[in-house]
């Protein structure tokens, strides 16, 4: 059977369930318990409501009803969170603190861990399948993620083989507009008492949501997206566990889909319609990840425990752009970007039931980065090799005063180096007349950093009751700086954060809801300017920050009803900044460095910046919205023979958010958007039968910028398909 034929069978069965399924219904009456979630954010499996700080945990079922498949829809289900995107990578913030710089050599301010491996900032938006879990942290998460959390951290956990199951997992199969086709599933199962595998894969294929009306033949925008991941799970003895996962996803796009951000350089040639592209250059996104790890776990006599996980990554990506995304130039750009990375972690447990409970553990990663980039007509070469490591030793005692206090004391000495390569440098020029092969080098970047901070928590936590909790906490947050060139580099920002919050879970479990307030002092942030010795765009200590806020959610399964809600209530402040230029109003590209006094402007040999040159009366912290809320609502009633049918609707909102320091509501504000997507779900044990819509209004918006290029990228339009699922 064919892969069309296949996808039109099931569109069939699922239309002839709907029809068979429609008898009478009755709902369903009772209040019910939430389903618990279990949570590791502090190394330990507990209950969600009884970790004191502020998060937002989502299994995978939850992920599938609010429409989160990809790591960028997670900013409509936890407040506070925003994802922007940034063409080679996402900007990942949380409360407004995390990364602003697409610049390779920044460090992530929000660690993303896939099963407890730190992920690099490239190849991040592949879709999620076979997930167990989602936790969104906010705050700074120093003594557990170390150098990497200054915002908070990102924990995605897939579904692990099961130890005496039988054969188990389930086959997925959906179709949707924009001739969207997708197939998912895993398979598991025990063979014996002590070994379990599973396997997963995903695969998926959509057309692009734009039209290319330049003379191109550009594809950019679409999907063609496949996945695997194999599972192996072996415990000889009651005390050792021993897991292995291997994971490999490729992802090709067309290309990256923009036009340029209005007023700027090349904004005469943008389209009318955000859906129109005038590409008149070739474009292409290629993706490659491979990934590796191995985790032991051994358990003593006496609840002692000792955890290692070590891993690799392999990432990879090629990009060819049309720079100026119009017609009124051939600007080019050929992008390659890799990143190898090793890790190991060690964790010491003390037993869970003990009045005095401690961690002990230590890091080690290390990063290698090759970054090759030719910008054209007039070839523009920018070669770095970078090397990365990050290490530290950590620890947390929590110390049972009595049945209803608890006092947490954490900290972690984290260090950090950075090498690149003498050969790292801008050159110009190569294969024209007149230039060397290779092309003429005009800067150098290259050179060794190193930094280290103290870090951690001091935490007070009160429990009035077994559903009710209390906790207060400071915490300190480090980001490393790194390296702009052989003359310059940026230091390490940090944040120090007060919080105090309170979680309850009431009518026998049927409720739950949390609050929590926050007070951040940020230094030293960073972001990316024009560095006028060579022309291209580094990473300074632009400014400090405060940012303070309210954050509460809601649960509630009540008479057949289930309500999830949160909101996040930010406000922020910049300081002001030293004189900066203004790249939204340079005439153009890959423009050189400053030209010395007396000599006239020669792009791209040099060029003149004072007339660019502003400076920043503050304002709100970049990628901060004021307010961010959700809310899910769904209604369950029963069908015959134990089918049961669910209609859902969710709405999010996010406030405006600023991009550059400039502060031009006209090319560096994103506007404010609200989004509505609903499902229909008929269910029993063993099918899932569903159908979707996303941006039920077609909300059209901006999702982020591209510096460099000054060019603006945009949300999907309406999405709606049908899916259906077997369990087995």
């Not at 900290?411 to 801008?426: H, K, N, P, T």
């Not at 765009?537 to 809601?554: P, R």
Request: some cysteine; charged content about 20%; glycine content about 10%.
């Amino acid at each position: 059977m064919t892969t069309k034929n296949l996808y039109q069978t099931y569109k069939k069965l699922i239309i002839a369930t709907a029809i068979t399924m429609a008898y009478p219904v009755h709902a369903q009456n009772s209040p019910s318990a939430l389903e618990e979630v279990i949570v590791t954010a502090e190394r330990r499996a507990a209950d969600v409501q009884d970790i004191p700080i502020s998060m937002t945990a989502l299994t995978g079922d939850q992920m599938e009803k609010k429409s989160v498949q990809r790591l960028d829809d997670l900013q409509f289900a936890a407040p506070g969170l925003t994802i922007t995107d940034a063409g080679l990578t996402q900007s990942v913030n949380i409360r407004g603190i995390g990364l602003a710089s697409g610049d390779p050599d920044v460090t992530n301010g929000v660690g993303t861990y896939m099963d407890g491996l730190f992920q690099p900032p490239i190849v991040s938006t592949n879709s999620f399948y076979d997930i167990q879990s989602v936790q969104v942290l906010r705050g700074p998460q120093g003594t557990f993620a170390g150098a990497n959390s200054t915002g908070g951290a990102i924990q995605i956990a897939s579904q692990k083989p099961e130890l005496g199951e039988a054969i188990n997992g389930y086959a997925k199969v959906g179709i949707g507009n924009y001739s969207r086709q997708e197939l998912e599933g895993a398979v598991g199962a025990s063979l014996g008492d002590s070994f379990a595998f599973r396997a997963a894969f995903f695969d998926a294929q959509r057309d692009s949501f734009y039209d290319n009306i330049g003379p191109a033949n550009s594809d950019a925008g679409s999907l063609d997206e496949t996945a695997g991941r194999l599972s192996l799970l072996w415990a000889p003895t009651e005390s050792l566990e021993l897991l292995a996962k291997y994971e490999k996803a490729e992802k090709d796009s067309g290309g990256f889909a923009y036009r340029p951000i209005p007023t700027t350089a090349f904004a005469a040639g943008r389209s009318n319609d955000i859906r129109d592209l005038t590409y008149n250059t070739p474009t292409a996104n290629d993706e490659e990840a491979e990934t590796g790890l191995f985790q032991a776990s051994y358990t003593f006599a006496n609840d002692l425990a000792i955890k290692w996980l070590t891993g690799y990554q392999e990432k990879a990506v090629n990009n060819t752009y049309d720079s100026d995304g119009t017609l009124l130039a051939e600007d080019t750009r050929e992008q390659y970007v890799g990143e190898d990375q090793v890790s190991h972690e060690i964790n010491i447990i003390s037993p869970d039931d003990a009045d005095i409970r401690w961690v002990v553990g230590g890091y080690y990663q290390r990063n290698v980065v090759d970054v090759d980039i030719v910008n054209g007509p007039f070839p523009v070469e920018i070669y770095i090799d970078n090397e990365k490591t990050i290490s530290g030793i950590f620890g947390q005692i929590s110390v049972d005063v009595n049945e209803q206090l608890t006092v947490e004391y954490g900290m972690r000495q984290a260090w950090f180096e950075a090498s690149v390569d003498d050969g790292s440098g801008v050159f110009v020029g190569n294969g024209l007349p007149g230039f060397p092969a290779g092309g003429a080098q005009v800067a150098v970047i290259a050179g060794d950093y190193e930094d280290d901070d103290l870090v951690g928590k001091l935490a007070v936590n009160y429990s009035l009751n077994n559903d009710h909790l209390l906790y207060a906490f400071v915490a300190k947050g480090y980001k490393p700086g790194g390296i702009n060139s052989a003359t310059s580099s940026f230091e390490s920002e940090s944040v120090w954060s007060y919080e105090a919050g309170w979680k309850g879970t009431m009518m026998d479990g049927a409720v739950r809801a949390s609050a929590a307030v926050f007070y951040n002092d940020y230094q030293d942030f960073q972001n990316s300017a024009i560095d006028l010795t060579t022309g291209r765009s580094d990473v300074y200590n632009i400014a400090d920050a405060t940012i303070q806020g309210v954050e509460m959610s809601l649960e509630a399964q009540l008479a057949g009803v289930h309500i999830d809600m949160g909101l996040a209530y930010v406000d922020s402040e910049l300081n002001p900044t030293q004189p900066l230029v203004n790249s939204r109003a340079l005439p153009g590209n890959n423009l050189g460095p400053q030209c010395a006094a007396g000599t006239a402007s020669n792009p791209p040999v040099c060029f003149d910046y004072a007339p660019y040159l502003l400076s920043s009366s503050g304002g709100p912290n970049l990628y901060a919205p004021e307010l961010s809320f959700n809310m899910g609502v769904e209604y369950t009633v029963a069908l015959n023979n134990g089918w049961t049918i669910t209609p859902r609707l969710n709405y999010a909102w996010l406030d405006e958010q600023w991009t550059n320091l400039i502060y031009d509501e006209q090319t560096d504000l994103l506007e404010s958007r609200g989004l509505l997507s609903a499902m229909l779900t008929v269910e029993n044990d063993d099918w899932k039968i569903h159908a979707y819509g996303r941006n039920l209004t077609d909300e059209e918006y901006v999702t982020g910028q591209e510096g460099t290029f000054n060019q603006e990228f945009y949300g999907a339009p309406t999405e709606y398909g049908l899916g259906a699922t077997y369990n087995f």
